[in-house]
Structures are given as C-alpha cells and as structure tokens.
C-alpha cells in the first residue's frame, strides 16, 4: 500500500521504514481490559464499579467501589495522587476501572486503580516514541497479514508475529515467547537487515571484462596451492569476466596463504595494472619481495613515504602503503587492499576512486586475515561477494596453555631452550607504562628483567615510530621482543617459536588467535602462553583447545554480542536483539533464499 503522510511520520517517529520493522517493535506486556466474574488476587484486573464513597488522605486517596462483575465491595488507593486525580472519582458514578487486586482476611482492595475507557479485550502494551494508545491503533489498523506480505515475508513468520500483536489467553499465561515466535522475529530482524544491506549495494561497468586462466602461474609455484586458494582463486576468475565491476572481500585464517590469491589475481588481470594497498610498510615490502620471488614477468614497483617520485605507468603491480593515496595513479583494472579493517572505509573508497573513470570501475578485491562467523560472511554476502579460506597449507604444531604465577620458573626454562636453539619468543604485555587501574606489569616495569636475564632484547609498542624498524632489527638479530599487541599483524618471523600474552582475559579471542598465528610460520614446534591471575576462564580454556580461526570467531560470538555489520560498528557495539550469529545459520540460508541473494 501507499505510504501516507501520516504513516511516513509516524515510521519517521519510531525510527522505521518498513512494515517488517513496524512487526518487530513487539508489545513488552499486555492488559487484559475483558471483564470477568471470577476474582483473581495477585492480578490486575477489570472492574465495572459504582464509586460509593471518597477520602483524601495527605498522601493518598481513599476509594470505596462497588463492583458489579463480583457481587460486592472493595476498597481502592492510589498513592502520592496527581492533582486531577480527585475529578475522575466521583461519588455514585459507575465507571471501568482496573487495577492490581489483593485479598486479606476477608476484604480486598485494588492498588493504583485507573478508568478504562476502551473495555473487552486483550490490550498490547509498546514501549516506543508513540503514545500507547496511538501505537495500539496504528499496529492495529495498519500491521496486516497483506502489508507484511506485499514486502516478501514468509507466510509462517507473519502468522506467528501477528499473534503477538493480536494476543490471546496463552500470551497472558506465558511470560516467555514460544519458540515459535522467537524463531519469526529473528527471521524478520535477519530479513529487514539484509534486504536494507542489499539495497546498499551499487553495480557499476567494470573497467575491464575479461576470460583469464593461471594454471600456467600455478605450476611455477614450488608448492601445491590448497583446495580453498583455487576455489578463491576460481570466484574471482569468474569475477573477472563479468561486465560489473566485481567486488569481492576474501577472508583467510591467519597462515591461510592469501598472498598467494593476490598475485594469482594480478597474474590473471595482466597486461592490465594491478594496485594493492596494505596497512604498514613492512608488509607493503613482504608483498613486493613475494611478488618479484612468484611473479618475475610482471613489472612490480614499491610505493612507500619514503619512495622518490616516479612515472608509475611504466609498472604493471603497484604495491604500496596509504602513501599511495597521495600519489598520481596511472588507470588500473584491479584494485586490491590487504588487512582492509586497518584502512577507514574512506581511504579504501579513495583508494578505487583515483582510478576510476565515473561510473566506470576497477574490480575491487579486499582481504582479511581477521576470521569472522561463518553466518556473518553468509549475510556480508548481501552488500559484498564473499570467499572464505578456512584451510592452511600446512597443519601448524603449537601447543596452547594458561598459565599463572605458580607457572613462571617452568615458563622461564621453555623461554631459555627456545632462545637456546636459536629460536625467537615474543612476550606481549597489555600496556606501555604502569597503570592502577590494571593489575599486570607494563612494559616498562618488566622490560629491566627480561634484559637482565637475556641477551637481544628488543622493545616496542604501538606509540613507538621506530617500530617497524625495531622489528626488522629483531627478525634480524633478536632472541626476545617485548612489544604490545601491535605485532597482531604484519611482519613475518620466521624465527618466532614462542608468544606469552600477560592479562590475555583482557583480549578478545580472535585478538589471542592472531598473536598465536605469528608463531610457527615456518614449521617450527611453537608454544602460546596465555598468563592469567584470573583462578579460572573458561574463554581461556576453550581458546587453548581451538585452533580453526572461524571456529575462534564463533567462540568470539558466544562469549560477546555480535555486531552491526550494516552500522559498521564493532562485534562489541550494537547488536541483532533476536539473531544469535553462532547459532542461526539456518535462518539466514532461508533469507537469502527469499531475498534471492
């Protein structure tokens, strides 16, 4: 139906643009205004009562009713009275009134009691901008089966979300909502949501359509590529041959090889230009160093803060930090950002716009190596295409535990055989400099112990502007490195065998899986430590016994609110008030299905 101006002030009023929404603002109560014969204490009920006579005490009104439905009298009060309050009782009216009602020994009376002017059903109440009762009239004129269903809902979830708007007996009986019910109002939430998520998407002419293959690419790999690397690989091939400008986020586990997705896609894009962007220059320079290793017939060029000017035209794979956002960028096909959450959404819409030509765009690839819920990337997949790659290409050996304070002369001697066979250990701490409010040592408390104790030790954290050269010193030259969480990610060691993480209760889970995913990289036997002072964590527990990134992820959900992926908000901010990501699955696979995404 057309929206009037009415309706579109009222859906202005409660924050809405949809019938949907309007099904999911559900009463929080329900007054039964039916009149009955029956008296029921402990209850709110209905009377139909002639005044017969009133008190104003200081703090109170005293009222005797007679009430018709039961046959006799009862007293009524109302506390701390509003000043009208003593014109709507008067002295042989007969009116509704309704009220709590209890019984003692022998009398009852009615607590609060108010006139009821509409009388003979079941009446929602609506905490909203609205008033109740205007609430109550436009649900009830408005919230039908034939607007819910003209917005594509399926019949099922209608049926049982009515039912709550329109109540009867069992809903005054039942405090909690039936699994019915609660299963209809998560698939309305995940059905408004991905339907606004796909109506956010824009499909723009792609610069460059066109048939590519990489096997000749592949077979000179010196390794296999993993089953999930060709899938990627292959969705993007098939990207790459479409009209639209293809856009296409691809999510890895930590060590899951999706260096090797971004130069298969530049291959594949060749002789058209390829840009990637990444968030630090040590790994701007790791992506070079692998391209120039697997990628010898393609012309590559780093692009840092401290490269000189230079006609860029002449390359075919631009590799380079945000310093690239401030450079005069030759026309490129494909764009592509590595570890995009480090990148605010307007530096990577930059990014695609300096080579862009109108409503002509590149293909626009992004990755992540910050696993998310399998549920999450099924609903992603209304705004973004989107490839998951959950597989390594080699099973890491790490061996996880929590330890405490009684744990640290054990700890000292793995730390000393580690450095003694020439391996690397990484002690993260949550904090710089000393602080009350939390209970751990920082950083600068500890550091005196450990270069007392140990020799090439090296220090850093996320203020530090000599960081990524205290880490390259370190993959060097160092035995330990002390640093923040600001090794989460980037750099490779290939060295690094062991990390201990103090106060890791302090972190989110896929925070401690991306600190553990910097050990091992090479095969190494490797060791995470999780310190605690906390007794027990069973977040902590279950960690230690994960080691799938997705798996991680869903842990993550149990254990905090899931986001707003629409909002952009963190898995910590706003979230879904009926879907549980860790368990809906099921739910969102039929919402795509309806919405035909």
Known sequence: MKLTKDIQTKFSKLGISSWAELSLIIPHSYE???????????????IDATIESVFRAQNSIQITFFAHNF???????????????????????????YGMIECKTGSCSMSMPRKITTVGAITPKYKSALRNDVMGRFISKYLTYENLVSEGLESDAIEEVLKLHNPNDSLLE???????????????????????????RRYFKASMSKECTYDMWAKTLPFTLTPEQIQTIEDIKVDFAKDVASKRMIVGDVGSGKTMVILASAFMMTPSR?????????????????????????????????????????????IGTHALLYRELPKAD??????????????????????????????????????????????????????????????????????????????????RCEVDKGNQVLLVYPLVEKSEMIEYQ?????????????????????????????????????????????????????????????????????????????????????????????????????????????DIANLDL????????????????????????????IIVTQVKQDLGI
């Open 442 to 550: 920082s950083i600068d408390e500890a550091r005196g112990y450990w270069e007392k104790n140990f020799e090439n030790v090296y220090v850093t954290h996320g203020k530090d502007k000599d960081k990524e050269q205290v880490l390259l010193d370190f993959r060097e030259k160092g035995s330990v490195l002390i640093a923040t969480t600001v090794v989460e990610v980037g750099i490779s060691l290939p060295r690094l065998s062991t990390v201990v993480i103090v106060g890791a209760e302090r972190l989110g889970l896929s925070t401690l899986h991306q600190l553990r995913g910097r050990v091992s990289r090479t095969g190494l036997k490797g060791y995470c430590y999780l310190y605690t002072n906390q007794n027990s964590s069973d977040r902590l527990d279950k960690f230690v016994t994960t080691t799938s990134g997705f």
């Open 32 to 46: 039964d205004f039916r009149l009955h014969d029956t008296l029921q204490t402990h209850k709110n009920q209905l």
């Open 174 to 200: 039942n405090k909690d909502l039936s699994e019915e019910s609660v299963r209809a109002l998560k698939y309305i939430e995940l059905y408004v949501y991905m339907k606004l998520l796909a109506g956010k």
């Open 274 to 318: 390829s840009i990637l962007m990444a968030p630090t220059t040590i790994l701007a320079k790791q992506l070079f160093e692998e391209a120039q290793l697997h990628l010898p017939m393609l012309k590559s060029v780093l692009v840092t803060n401290k490269s000189k000017k230079m006609d860029l035209s002449e390359y075919d794979f631009i």
């Open 558 to 585: 149990k254990f905090r609110k899931s986001g707003d992926l629409l909002k952009g908000s963190t898995q910590s901010g706003s979230q879904f008030k009926w879907v549980d990501l860790a368990e809906d699955e």
């Open 71 to 97: 046959g006799h009298s009862m007293n009524g009060v109302i506390f701390r009275p509003k000043s009208y309050a003593m014109h709507q009782f008067k002295v042989g009216e007969r009116d509704y009134y």
């Open 334 to 415: 494909l764009v592509m950002v590595d570890e995009q959450h480090r990148f605010g959404t307007a530096q990577r819409n930059l990014l695609e716009k300096l080579v862009s030509n109108g409503e002509v765009k590149p293909h626009f690839l992004q990755f992540s190596a910050t696993p998310i819920p399998r549920t999450q990337a099924m609903i992603e997949t209304a705004n973004i295409d989107v490839s998951l790659i959950t597989s390594t290409p080699f099973t890491k050996d790490i061996t996880s535990n929590v330890i405490h304070k009684s744990d640290f002369a054990d700890l000292l001697e793995r730390i």
